[in-house]
């Protein structure tokens, strides 16, 4: 079992910046590539972008690109989201999930999940 947990969420104004981590525990983390996912009320879960096992391969929404940086750092079992730019669409639970695949893109299975934190963009 992998144990995810989010953090870093909250209140910013639109334009504002915010940066997400998600902290995993439990089995090695060693190995998984890491997706970020958002769900806004009334809508259904949209990915938001994936980083591999060695960060070497990037992937992005179209929604985000441009605006939405992804990093990890293993030796600290942390990835992170770093959100600049953010606009009311932007609002949304965010979650990250792990996957034992190498190209952690929509269609990969997720593995392990964590709780999500809010994020909320004040216009």
């Known amino acids: 079992q992998v144990q995810l947990v989010e953090s870093g969420g909250g209140l910013v104004q639109a334009g504002g910046s915010l940066r997400l981590s998600c902290a995993a525990s439990g089995r090695t983390f060693s190995g998984y590539s890491m997706g970020w996912f958002r769900q806004a009320p009334g809508k259904e879960r949209e990915f938001v972008g994936g980083?591999?096992?060695?960060?070497?391969?990037?992937y992005y929404a179209d929604s985000v690109k441009g605006r939405f940086t992804i990093s990890r750092d293993n030796a600290k079992n942390t990835v992170y989201l770093q959100m600049n730019s953010l606009n009311s669409e932007d609002t949304a639970v965010y979650y990250c999930?792990?996957?034992?695949?190498?190209?952690?893109?929509?269609?990969?299975?997720?593995?392990?999940w964590g709780q999500g934190t809010q994020v909320t963009v004040s216009s």
């Open positions: 999930a792990a996957t034992i695949g190498t190209t952690p893109g929509p269609g990969a299975r997720y593995n392990y």
């Open positions: 980083i591999s096992w060695t960060g070497g391969w990037l």
